[in-house]
T-cell receptor, first 114, second 116 residues
Protein backbone atom coordinates (compact mmCIF):
# COMPACT_ATOMS: atom_id res chain seq x y z
CA UNK A 1 0.00 0.00 0.00
CA UNK A 2 1.26 3.45 -0.96
CA UNK A 3 1.52 6.02 1.84
CA UNK A 4 -0.58 8.69 0.21
CA UNK A 5 -3.95 9.64 1.61
CA UNK A 6 -6.86 11.67 0.36
CA UNK A 7 -9.80 12.96 2.37
CA UNK A 8 -12.68 12.92 2.06
CA UNK A 9 -13.29 9.87 -0.15
CA UNK A 10 -16.74 11.10 -1.12
CA UNK A 11 -18.20 14.62 -0.88
CA UNK A 12 -21.61 15.94 -1.87
CA UNK A 13 -21.88 19.70 -1.58
CA UNK A 14 -24.13 22.54 -2.67
CA UNK A 15 -23.36 25.05 -5.38
CA UNK A 16 -21.37 28.06 -4.22
CA UNK A 17 -19.71 26.37 -1.27
CA UNK A 18 -15.97 26.53 -0.70
CA UNK A 19 -14.27 23.15 -0.44
CA UNK A 20 -10.78 21.85 0.19
CA UNK A 21 -9.66 18.38 -0.83
CA UNK A 22 -6.82 17.10 1.29
CA UNK A 23 -3.82 15.08 0.13
CA UNK A 24 -0.94 13.93 2.30
CA UNK A 25 2.00 11.63 1.68
CA UNK A 26 4.54 10.23 4.11
CA UNK A 27 7.18 9.18 1.58
CA UNK A 28 9.05 12.50 1.51
CA UNK A 29 8.38 12.91 -2.20
CA UNK A 30 9.09 16.31 -3.69
CA UNK A 31 6.75 16.06 -6.64
CA UNK A 32 3.01 15.95 -6.18
CA UNK A 33 0.15 16.04 -8.67
CA UNK A 34 -3.61 16.52 -8.89
CA UNK A 35 -5.52 14.78 -11.65
CA UNK A 36 -9.18 15.13 -12.59
CA UNK A 37 -10.98 12.08 -13.94
CA UNK A 38 -14.57 11.89 -15.14
CA UNK A 39 -16.25 8.44 -14.85
CA UNK A 40 -14.74 5.96 -17.29
CA UNK A 41 -12.47 8.57 -18.77
CA UNK A 42 -8.77 9.36 -18.89
CA UNK A 43 -6.85 11.33 -16.29
CA UNK A 44 -6.17 15.01 -16.85
CA UNK A 45 -3.37 16.79 -14.98
CA UNK A 46 -4.69 19.99 -13.38
CA UNK A 47 -1.91 20.95 -10.94
CA UNK A 48 1.54 19.83 -9.89
CA UNK A 49 4.31 20.87 -7.57
CA UNK A 50 8.08 20.31 -7.50
CA UNK A 51 8.35 21.00 -3.79
CA UNK A 52 7.56 23.51 -1.05
CA UNK A 53 6.28 26.84 -2.40
CA UNK A 54 6.19 25.46 -5.95
CA UNK A 55 2.86 25.11 -7.78
CA UNK A 56 2.22 24.82 -11.50
CA UNK A 57 -0.89 24.51 -13.64
CA UNK A 58 -1.31 21.30 -15.56
CA UNK A 59 -2.53 20.47 -19.03
CA UNK A 60 -6.24 20.92 -18.23
CA UNK A 61 -7.43 24.33 -17.15
CA UNK A 62 -9.09 24.25 -13.74
CA UNK A 63 -10.78 26.82 -11.51
CA UNK A 64 -9.24 25.13 -8.49
CA UNK A 65 -6.13 26.33 -6.69
CA UNK A 66 -3.43 24.47 -4.77
CA UNK A 67 -0.80 25.25 -2.18
CA UNK A 68 2.37 23.52 -1.00
CA UNK A 69 3.45 24.88 2.35
CA UNK A 70 4.76 21.55 3.60
CA UNK A 71 6.41 18.75 1.63
CA UNK A 72 3.86 16.18 2.72
CA UNK A 73 0.70 18.21 2.13
CA UNK A 74 -0.84 19.37 -1.18
CA UNK A 75 -4.44 20.54 -0.70
CA UNK A 76 -6.74 21.56 -3.55
CA UNK A 77 -9.33 24.29 -3.04
CA UNK A 78 -12.44 25.32 -4.94
CA UNK A 79 -13.61 28.77 -3.80
CA UNK A 80 -17.12 28.37 -5.19
CA UNK A 81 -18.17 24.89 -6.24
CA UNK A 82 -20.33 24.42 -9.35
CA UNK A 83 -22.00 21.33 -10.84
CA UNK A 84 -19.35 21.36 -13.61
CA UNK A 85 -16.77 20.57 -10.91
CA UNK A 86 -18.42 17.19 -10.30
CA UNK A 87 -15.67 14.64 -10.94
CA UNK A 88 -13.13 12.36 -9.29
CA UNK A 89 -9.93 14.04 -8.11
CA UNK A 90 -6.79 11.93 -7.75
CA UNK A 91 -3.66 13.01 -5.91
CA UNK A 92 -0.26 11.45 -6.62
CA UNK A 93 3.38 11.85 -5.64
CA UNK A 94 6.74 10.75 -6.99
CA UNK A 95 10.43 10.95 -6.11
CA UNK A 96 12.02 13.66 -8.25
CA UNK A 97 15.55 12.43 -7.59
CA UNK A 98 15.11 9.05 -9.28
CA UNK A 99 14.62 8.93 -13.05
CA UNK A 100 11.88 6.64 -14.19
CA UNK A 101 10.29 6.19 -10.80
CA UNK A 102 6.59 5.60 -10.66
CA UNK A 103 3.92 7.88 -9.27
CA UNK A 104 1.97 6.71 -6.23
CA UNK A 105 -1.74 7.48 -6.18
CA UNK A 106 -4.23 8.12 -3.43
CA UNK A 107 -7.68 6.52 -3.40
CA UNK A 108 -9.29 9.59 -4.87
CA UNK A 109 -12.04 11.98 -3.83
CA UNK A 110 -15.32 11.71 -5.66
CA UNK A 111 -16.91 15.17 -5.63
CA UNK A 112 -20.55 15.80 -6.46
CA UNK A 113 -21.82 19.38 -6.59
CA UNK A 114 -25.59 19.70 -6.51
CA UNK B 1 6.76 15.62 -27.21
CA UNK B 2 5.58 12.31 -25.85
CA UNK B 3 2.26 10.58 -26.35
CA UNK B 4 0.53 7.31 -25.54
CA UNK B 5 -2.10 5.47 -27.59
CA UNK B 6 -4.10 2.65 -26.10
CA UNK B 7 -5.48 0.93 -29.14
CA UNK B 8 -8.59 -0.58 -27.55
CA UNK B 9 -11.00 1.31 -25.34
CA UNK B 10 -12.72 -1.92 -24.29
CA UNK B 11 -11.53 -5.55 -24.24
CA UNK B 12 -13.67 -8.54 -23.26
CA UNK B 13 -12.21 -12.00 -22.65
CA UNK B 14 -13.50 -15.18 -21.08
CA UNK B 15 -12.20 -16.27 -17.72
CA UNK B 16 -9.13 -18.50 -18.15
CA UNK B 17 -8.22 -17.13 -21.60
CA UNK B 18 -5.26 -14.86 -22.41
CA UNK B 19 -5.40 -11.09 -22.03
CA UNK B 20 -3.76 -8.62 -24.41
CA UNK B 21 -4.02 -4.86 -23.84
CA UNK B 22 -2.21 -2.82 -26.48
CA UNK B 23 -0.20 0.35 -25.99
CA UNK B 24 1.92 2.35 -28.42
CA UNK B 25 3.99 5.35 -27.44
CA UNK B 26 6.08 8.11 -28.90
CA UNK B 27 8.92 9.78 -27.06
CA UNK B 28 11.83 12.06 -27.89
CA UNK B 29 14.07 10.52 -25.25
CA UNK B 30 14.54 7.12 -23.68
CA UNK B 31 11.23 6.72 -21.91
CA UNK B 32 10.09 4.90 -18.84
CA UNK B 33 6.82 3.07 -19.32
CA UNK B 34 4.22 1.94 -16.80
CA UNK B 35 0.96 0.07 -16.62
CA UNK B 36 -1.51 1.02 -13.89
CA UNK B 37 -4.78 -0.67 -12.94
CA UNK B 38 -7.81 1.10 -11.51
CA UNK B 39 -10.64 -0.83 -9.90
CA UNK B 40 -14.02 0.91 -9.53
CA UNK B 41 -13.97 3.82 -7.08
CA UNK B 42 -10.31 3.24 -6.31
CA UNK B 43 -7.03 5.01 -7.03
CA UNK B 44 -4.42 3.76 -9.49
CA UNK B 45 -2.18 0.84 -8.59
CA UNK B 46 1.12 0.17 -10.35
CA UNK B 47 1.14 -3.16 -12.21
CA UNK B 48 4.64 -2.98 -13.68
CA UNK B 49 7.26 -0.61 -15.07
CA UNK B 50 10.00 -0.54 -17.69
CA UNK B 51 13.05 1.63 -17.04
CA UNK B 52 15.63 0.55 -19.67
CA UNK B 53 16.64 -2.71 -18.03
CA UNK B 54 15.14 -6.02 -19.23
CA UNK B 55 12.68 -5.56 -22.08
CA UNK B 56 10.31 -8.20 -20.69
CA UNK B 57 8.89 -6.90 -17.46
CA UNK B 58 6.96 -8.99 -14.96
CA UNK B 59 4.43 -7.36 -12.70
CA UNK B 60 1.94 -8.21 -10.03
CA UNK B 61 -1.01 -10.61 -10.40
CA UNK B 62 0.62 -12.53 -13.27
CA UNK B 63 0.78 -9.61 -15.70
CA UNK B 64 3.79 -8.90 -17.89
CA UNK B 65 4.69 -6.48 -20.67
CA UNK B 66 7.33 -6.40 -23.36
CA UNK B 67 9.07 -3.20 -24.43
CA UNK B 68 9.64 -3.23 -28.20
CA UNK B 69 11.56 -0.15 -29.27
CA UNK B 70 11.34 -0.96 -33.00
CA UNK B 71 7.55 -1.10 -32.77
CA UNK B 72 7.27 1.62 -30.08
CA UNK B 73 4.96 -0.71 -28.20
CA UNK B 74 4.49 -1.81 -24.61
CA UNK B 75 1.64 -4.30 -24.68
CA UNK B 76 0.30 -5.83 -21.45
CA UNK B 77 -0.41 -9.56 -21.33
CA UNK B 78 -1.60 -12.23 -18.94
CA UNK B 79 -1.82 -15.94 -19.80
CA UNK B 80 -5.09 -16.63 -18.02
CA UNK B 81 -7.70 -14.04 -17.06
CA UNK B 82 -9.34 -14.04 -13.65
CA UNK B 83 -12.60 -12.41 -12.68
CA UNK B 84 -10.70 -10.06 -10.36
CA UNK B 85 -8.81 -8.64 -13.37
CA UNK B 86 -11.89 -6.71 -14.47
CA UNK B 87 -10.84 -3.06 -14.21
CA UNK B 88 -9.57 -0.05 -16.16
CA UNK B 89 -5.95 -0.21 -17.30
CA UNK B 90 -3.79 2.82 -18.11
CA UNK B 91 -0.53 2.87 -20.05
CA UNK B 92 1.77 5.73 -19.00
CA UNK B 93 4.97 7.11 -20.51
CA UNK B 94 7.43 9.19 -18.55
CA UNK B 95 10.22 11.34 -19.88
CA UNK B 96 13.11 12.67 -17.87
CA UNK B 97 13.70 16.06 -19.44
CA UNK B 98 16.89 18.09 -19.73
CA UNK B 99 15.89 19.98 -16.60
CA UNK B 100 15.65 16.76 -14.61
CA UNK B 101 11.91 17.00 -14.32
CA UNK B 102 9.62 14.15 -15.15
CA UNK B 103 6.45 14.43 -17.22
CA UNK B 104 3.87 11.67 -17.09
CA UNK B 105 1.54 11.17 -20.03
CA UNK B 106 -1.47 8.87 -19.62
CA UNK B 107 -3.26 6.85 -22.25
CA UNK B 108 -7.03 7.06 -22.47
CA UNK B 109 -7.48 3.72 -20.73
CA UNK B 110 -8.73 0.23 -21.64
CA UNK B 111 -11.68 -1.24 -19.81
CA UNK B 112 -11.17 -4.99 -19.34
CA UNK B 113 -14.30 -7.12 -18.91
CA UNK B 114 -14.05 -10.76 -17.90
CA UNK B 115 -16.82 -13.09 -19.08
CA UNK B 116 -17.58 -15.93 -16.62
Amino acid sequence: EADIYQTPRYLVIGTGKKITLECSQTMGHDKMYWYQQDPGMELHLIHYSYGVNSTEKGDLSSESTVSRIRTEHFPLTLESARPSHTSQYLCASSDLTVAGTEAFFGQGTRLTVV
Amino acid sequence: AQSVTQLDSHVSVSEGTPVLLRCNYSSSYSPSLFWYVQHPNKGLQLLLKYTSAATLVKGINGFEAEFKKSETSFHLTKPSAHMSDAAEYFCVVSEWSNFGNEKLTFGTGTRLTIIP
